[in-house]
């Protein structure tokens, strides 16, 4: 685990860790959250929609930014305040998806931090726009 304080982050400092979307991450993700919404798991069903296919889940994307900001960056203690989503183009099983986190703004006040939590898929189109605020330890 890596540990970010207040005083050693810098806007536009940031991470990029990329992920392999399958059927099986899919499956597990929907057993968690319990969203079993057809177009993520149903061949049948997810080829009459717009999607032509089936799509993963949207906040799969949003539990790997979870990971990326409590484990790696800002790192251990940090807490989850506020997350805001834009999905831009489905994600599909067999994408290698690329998060980028990066320091938006600092609040060393508050010890709080705004991160642009981005993500693209391996053609380098951006799938989700997302911003995030942060607090770190004291």
């Known amino acids: 685990m890596t540990k970010y304080?207040?005083?050693?982050?810098?806007?536009?400092?940031g991470v990029?860790?990329?992920?392999?979307?399958?059927?099986?991450?899919?499956?597990?993700?929907?057993?968690?959250s319990g969203d079993f919404n057809p177009v993520h798991l149903n061949d049948d069903y997810a080829k009459k929609t717009m999607f032509r296919g089936k799509i993963a889940h949207g906040?799969?994307?949003?539990?790997?930014?979870?990971?990326?900001l409590g484990n790696e960056f800002p790192g251990e203690g940090t807490i989850y305040l506020k997350q805001d989503f834009s999905f831009l183009k489905p994600v599909?099983?067999?994408?290698?998806?690329?998060i980028c986190v990066v320091v938006n703004s600092i609040d060393?006040?508050?010890?709080?931090?705004?991160?642009?939590?981005?993500?693209?898929?391996?053609?380098?189109?951006?799938?989700?726009?997302?911003?995030?605020?942060?607090?770190?330890?004291?």
Request: hydrophobic residues 35%.
């Open 5 to 13: 304080s207040i005083r050693n982050l810098e806007v536009g400092q």
């Open 16 to 32: 990029e860790k990329k992920f392999f979307i399958d059927e099986e991450l899919g499956k597990k993700f929907a057993e968690i």
């Open 59 to 68: 906040m799969l994307l949003g539990s790997f930014i979870s990971g990326i």
């Open 92 to 98: 599909r099983y067999g994408d290698c998806i690329k």
């Open 108 to 138: 060393e006040e508050k010890s709080r931090v705004e991160l642009q939590t981005d993500c693209y898929n391996q053609k380098g189109e951006k799938v989700l726009l997302g911003k995030a605020l942060v607090m770190l330890p004291q």
